[in-house]
């Protein structure tokens, strides 16, 4: 059965840090392009930071670049996202998902190119 679980999740005050964690299982996990996305209420799915099978090559979306790092360990199944520098802007359930791609494949963070998808992980930040 193949399975993405997200972890890590919570309420943080501005300005705080949380690392996000998502485990596979089913899956040749390392045949696999992963991607963090994120939903705040009312709005769209939002793909914010993406990374390649190797972990070589990254994405951010321009809302999270410096703050945000992804980062992948393919021997533990999982893929993590470091956020940093937490603004209320950045409340949502954050989702992790997965798409199966060839080696060169360059990295995609568009929402409809990930077929497996985690239950995701609320973060509220708050004061």
């Known amino acids: 059965q193949v399975q993405l679980v997200e972890s890590g999740g919570g309420l943080v005050q501005p300005g705080g840090s949380l690392r996000l964690s998502c485990t596979a299982s089913?899956?040749?996990?390392?045949?696999?392009?992963l991607g963090w996305f994120r939903q705040a209420p009312g709005k769209e799915r939002e793909g914010i930071s993406c990374?390649?099978?190797?972990?070589?090559?990254?994405y951010y979306s321009d809302s999270v670049k410096d703050r945000f790092t992804i980062s992948r360990d393919n021997d533990r199944k999982t893929v993590y996202l470091q956020i940093n520098n937490l603004k209320p802007q950045d409340t949502a359930v954050y989702y992790c998902?997965?798409?199966?791609?060839?080696?060169?494949?360059?990295?995609?963070?568009?929402?409809?190119?990930?077929?497996?998808w985690g239950q995701g992980t609320q973060v509220t930040i708050s004061s």
């Open positions: 990374i390649s099978r190797g972990g070589g090559r990254t």
């Open positions: 089913g899956i040749t996990f390392n045949y696999y392009e």
């Open positions: 998902a997965a798409r199966r791609v060839i080696l060169s494949a360059p990295v995609s963070c568009v929402s409809s190119d990930y077929t497996v």
